[in-house]
């Protein structure tokens, strides 16, 4: 395609991405549509989001009954908080979901609960209210899965650490490969990656051995839902696994109430961070619940070492 349709932006190798605007900033959140016989989508954005992403469909051309597939790589409410919703107006797309995140799209009570003990306030004004997505129509992944788009194919990879219902997702033909929050997080302006070890399930060990996995695959490009591509993957693979390690080291290392702190003086600017526009660089993996997120980590471990 030439042009992309209006709220879409294209990637190359036909992946468009409509940007959700995530708390009304762009370059944050991505929902990626690939074209197909049967068209796939690869995350939903957040319940708040769905209506702007109908629009870009409906600019694509897509009428309600051509999408074969809604992709959601973890059940985060900023990845598939507009499952519900947007499988109800495509209603003849199967929506993938890790086996491990299948029952929290069913009944997502839990799910919301969880993200309000994390964000807070936060969670009306950016996320909203998930709609339960209908379980005949989920379809629940396992490691290696193949998502037959008819002219093109996907393959389910399942990459533990930043959660543990946490899967990826390989365009084979063309080789690039959407990571959802498996290799971090970089939204515009960010020099570097930031880790994404947010609560209640962060496990560093699993999410280097996923880094590797992906790695060794080798991709052509790499598409970071917090967004887009950031350039050689190879590289980008390996400064994310070492950032978080570093994090990681940061987090044993300093006291509990003092990490955010640690956290903020070590690498804030590094990564670029400017002071004078905190709230856009705190609503996605913000230190405040990456630190929360590594404690969590840490006691776990402790208590499981005891
Ligand atoms: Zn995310």
């Keep these: 395609m030439s042009t992309p349709p209006a ?79 947007l499988s109800r107006a495509f209603p003849a797309a199967k929506v993938v979901v890790h086996p491990f995140g299948a029952r929290h799209l069913a009944d997502p009570a839990r799910l919301e609960a969880s993200a309000r003990r994390v964000h807070g306030a936060l969670l009306d004004r950016v996320y909203g209210s998930m709609t339960p997505v209908d379980g005949a129509r989920i379809q629940a992944a396992e490691d290696g899965a193949r998502i037959d788009l008819g002219d093109r194919e996907l393959r389910i990879l399942h990459t533990p650490g930043h959660a543990p219902h946490h899967l990826v997702v390989l365009d084979a033909g063309t080789g690039v490969l959407f990571t959802g929050d498996a290799a971090g997080v970089r939204v515009d302006g960010m020099r570097s990656a930031r880790p994404a070890c947010p609560p209640p399930h962060f496990d560093r060990d699993a999410a280097v051995a996923s880094m590797r996995r992906m790695a060794e695959l080798r991709p052509a490009r790499i598409v970071l839902t917090h967004f887009g591509d950031p350039g050689d993957p190879a590289a980008f693979l390996a400064d994310a696994e070492d950032r978080l390690q570093r994090w990681c080291t940061v987090a044993e290392r300093s006291a509990d109430d003092g990490l955010e702190a640690e956290l903020l003086r070590r690498f804030a600017a590094e990564e670029g961070m400017p002071a004078d526009d905190p709230e856009r660089f705190a609503v996605m993996g913000g230190f405040e619940s990456n630190a929360a997120g590594l404690r969590h980590w840490l006691r776990t471990r402790n208590e499981e070492r005891e």
Excluded at 13 to 42: C, E, H, K, Q, W
Excluded at 44 to 49: F, H, K, M, N
């Design 7 to 85: 709220g879409c932006v294209s990637l190359g190798d036909g992946v468009l991405v409509a940007d959700s605007t995530m708390a009304g900033y762009p370059g944050m959140n991505g929902v990626f549509l690939i074209p197909g016989a049967r068209p796939a989508l690869i995350e939903t954005g957040t319940a708040l989001s769905v209506a702007r992403t109908r629009a870009a469909l409906d600019a694509f051309g897509l009428a309600p009954g051509d999408l074969g597939w809604i992709i959601v790589t973890h059940v985060h409410l900023d990845h598939a908080g507009g499952a519900g919703a």
